[in-house]
């Protein structure tokens, strides 16, 4: 399966972002999906899973904040991102979870104070 990431942006603080994952591929339903993010100077890390039944986890850094949810007939998986903090600032990645070594080119999330 492939997957793209996109609908990052420039947002200020408390903002809200949705991000989507799309991806191509029969067997995106059975694949945990996961949101990884990678700011500068930092390794990357899991923000976000969703299994393949729909059960999700996060990290301590976005609960409450960020939810992950996918829509398999549309072979998607969305991050909305609310209550957004300047240290959510980070290139956004999705892949499956855990992650295979390929990554697309994520998509840019900026968050000013």
């Known amino acids: 399966v492939q997957l793209q990431a996109s609908g990052g942006g420039l947002v200020q603080a408390g903002g809200s972002l949705r991000l989507s994952c799309a991806a191509s591929?029969?067997?995106?339903?059975?694949?945990?999906i996961g949101w990884y993010r990678q700011a500068p100077g930092k390794q990357r890390e899991l923000v976000a899973a969703?299994?393949?039944?729909?059960?999700?986890n996060y990290a301590d850094s976005v609960k409450g904040r960020f939810t992950i949810s996918r829509d398999n007939a549309k072979n998607t998986v969305y991050l909305q991102m609310n209550s957004l903090k300047p240290e959510d600032t980070a290139v956004y990645y999705c892949n499956l979870d855990p992650p295979v070594p390929r990554w697309g080119q994520g998509t840019l999330v900026t968050v000013s104070s």
């Open positions: 969703t299994s393949s039944v729909g059960s999700t």
């Open positions: 591929g029969s067997t995106f339903s059975i694949n945990a």
